[in-house]
């Protein structure tokens, strides 16, 4: 996958990007990244890239003609590299709320870019290349550079071949539309705290329905709102059932 990513403020990406598994995944050639600066592609002699809104307002927008200019030559460098032009995203507190389903759909494209703001936000007409609109929940950051780290984490941690254990992606919490189930590591008594008999009984379905079940449980207490009745197993429904019962006589 190629990822171009443009922003004013590079040095807050590059750090991230070059740690742990996204870091792992450019090392080992999974994925390509890419960060250009618009602000070098600004033909004002002072390098502006923004300015007031037509009509007044507080703040400042930034201009179509750096972001768009920049976005022209990243694409024209991406397709001479073989990479095909793919989705274009913009990091937007007023874009839909980025979710597992949307990371796993950005996973399967060859090339992404992600275009990141400042300022009170963008002059309109520099939508005319974006393909998604984003945003990470509601609240407001100082620039996009923070959510598209986000965006670009949960998503390359999904393409084959950069986790280590391929089978830990599914497992996650969101990936099944539940929360993850506890999960415990040696000792099996931790200064007087037990790990729960039947992780190591070697029952393993056994264990499967406590992960199930206690799973059920985490998002029944701090997720109900993940809870699609109609999608769960008849099972799950048991479990789920039980888990009301022992919750309501705590």
Same mark, same amino acid.
């Given at each position: 996958?190629?990822i171009?990513?443009?922003?004013?403020?590079?040095?807050?990406?590059?750090?991230p990007l070059?740690e742990?598994?996204?870091?792992k995944?450019?090392?080992?050639?999974?994925?390509?990244?890419?960060?250009?600066?618009f602000?070098d592609?600004s033909?004002?002699?002072?390098h502006?890239?923004?300015d007031t809104p037509?009509?007044?307002?507080? #703040?400042? +927008?930034?201009k179509p003609?750096?972001?768009? &200019?920049?976005?022209?030559? !990243?694409?024209?460098?991406?397709?001479? @590299?073989?990479?095909?032009?793919?989705?274009v995203?913009?990091t937007?507190?007023?874009?839909?709320r980025?979710e597992?389903s949307?990371?796993?759909?950005?996973?399967?494209?060859?090339?992404?870019?992600f275009?990141?703001?400042?300022?009170e936000?963008?002059?309109?007409?520099?939508?005319?290349?974006?393909?998604d609109?984003?945003?990470?929940?509601?609240?407001?950051l100082?620039?996009?550079?923070?959510?598209?780290?986000?965006?670009?984490?949960?998503?390359?941690?999904?393409?084959? #071949?950069? +986790?280590g254990?391929?089978e830990?992606?599914? &497992?996650?919490?969101?990936? !099944?539309?539940?929360?993850e189930?506890? @999960?415990?590591?040696?000792?099996?008594?931790?200064?007087?705290?037990?790990?729960p008999?039947?992780?190591?009984s070697?029952?393993?379905q056994k264990?499967?329905?406590?992960?199930q079940?206690?799973?059920?449980?985490?998002?029944?207490l701090?997720?109900p709102?993940l809870?699609?009745?109609?999608?769960?197993?008849k099972?799950?429904k048991?479990?789920?059932?039980?888990v009301?019962?022992?919750e309501?006589k705590?």
């Open positions: 996958m190629k171009d990513i443009l922003s004013l403020f590079p040095e807050i990406l590059k750090g070059s742990s598994i996204i870091g995944a450019v090392e080992n050639k999974i994925v390509n990244i890419d960060i250009t600066n602000r592609f033909t004002n002699k002072h502006n890239v923004d037509f009509g007044g307002g507080a #703040g400042m +927008l930034l003609q750096p972001m768009l &200019d920049a976005f022209a030559r !990243t694409q024209q460098v991406s397709v001479e @590299q073989g990479y095909p032009t793919g989705r995203i913009l937007d507190p007023a874009g839909k980025f597992e949307d990371a796993v759909d950005l996973a399967k494209e060859d090339h992404l870019t275009l990141c703001g400042h300022y936000g963008f002059d309109e007409r520099i939508k005319s290349v974006v393909t609109e984003y945003s990470i929940g509601d609240f407001v100082t620039g996009g550079e923070l959510p598209a780290l986000v965006m670009i984490d949960a998503t390359v941690r999904l393409i084959k #071949g950069v +986790l254990n391929q830990s992606a599914p &497992d996650d919490s969101f990936s !099944t539309g539940l929360l189930y506890p @999960q415990y590591t040696r000792p099996a008594d931790f200064r007087g705290s037990e790990v008999p039947v992780l190591t070697g029952d393993h264990i499967a329905d406590w992960r079940k206690e799973s059920l449980r985490k998002t029944y701090r997720r709102d809870i699609d009745y109609d999608k769960l197993s099972k799950q048991e479990l789920l059932a039980d009301k019962i022992e309501e705590k």
